[in-house]
Each structure stands twice: as C-alpha cells, then as structure tokens.
Nanobody, 121 residues
Framework: QVQLVESGGGLAQPGGSLTLTCAASGFTFSSSAMSWARQAPGKGLEWVSGILSDGSNTYYADSVKGRFTISRDNAKNTLSLQMNSLKREDTALYFC??????????????WGQGTQVTVSS
C-alpha cells in the first residue's frame, strides 16, 4: 500500500532553516508528481510546493517562493523540502502528498501523517 512518511520537523528560530524529508513506498515514485502542503493551527490545508515526476519543473506558493526549495531523489524514493529564512507564519503541520494529476499539484490521492514545524524565538 502507499506509504508516505515525513521527518525533519522541529523547532526553529525565525530566520532559521529546516529540511523536511518524505520517504515514499508502495507506488512507482518516479512516475508521480509530488507536493508539500501544510496546515496551520485553525486554518485549512495550504499547498506549498510541487515537483513533477522527473524533477524537471518545480512550483511554489507565493508565500514561500525564494525561501523554500523542493527536490526529489527518484533512486531513493525520497522527497525533500529545504526551508530557509523561516517565519513565524510558517508554523504548521507539513504533509508530503502524492499528486493525483500533474496538471493540478494541489490535488492529492495520498498523504502522510505530517511533521510539525514550529518557528518561534
């Protein structure tokens, strides 16, 4: 069955960095576009970033553009999100998600349990 397991969350200071990783299994990872999404306390799910199956194209929400970098390693079935210049408003539960269709990176058919990111001084 499809499994997506996120790791790497934690506490960071404003301006700091964290790297999230997602280990994928149970499907052909190299054939699937993937995304990161997040949910802040009391808010809905927000798409953060997406990457096509071969890693050729990456996309970002305006709120994280220039600060976050998505990448993937198809040989290791892993997805990553490098987060720099963190802001308090980046505090959220971050999810790794398998994208349903390449043309809609904010529609998912599977997602993981999430990893908590807290940005605070």
């Amino acid at each position: 069955q499809v499994q997506l397991v996120e790791s790497g969350g934690g506490l960071a200071q404003p301006g700091g960095s964290l790297t999230l990783t997602c280990a994928a299994s149970g499907f052909t990872f190299s054939s699937s576009a993937m995304s990161w999404a997040r949910q802040a306390p009391g808010k809905g799910l927000e798409w953060v970033s997406g990457i096509l199956s071969d890693g050729s194209n990456t996309y970002y929400a305006d709120s994280v553009k220039g600060r976050f970098t998505i990448s993937r390693d198809n040989a290791k079935n892993t997805l990553s999100l490098q987060m720099n210049s963190l802001k308090r408003e980046d505090t959220a539960l971050y999810f790794c998600a398998k994208v349903l269709h390449d043309y809609r990176l904010d529609e998912y058919d599977y997602w993981g349990q999430g990893t908590q990111v807290t940005v605070s001084s």
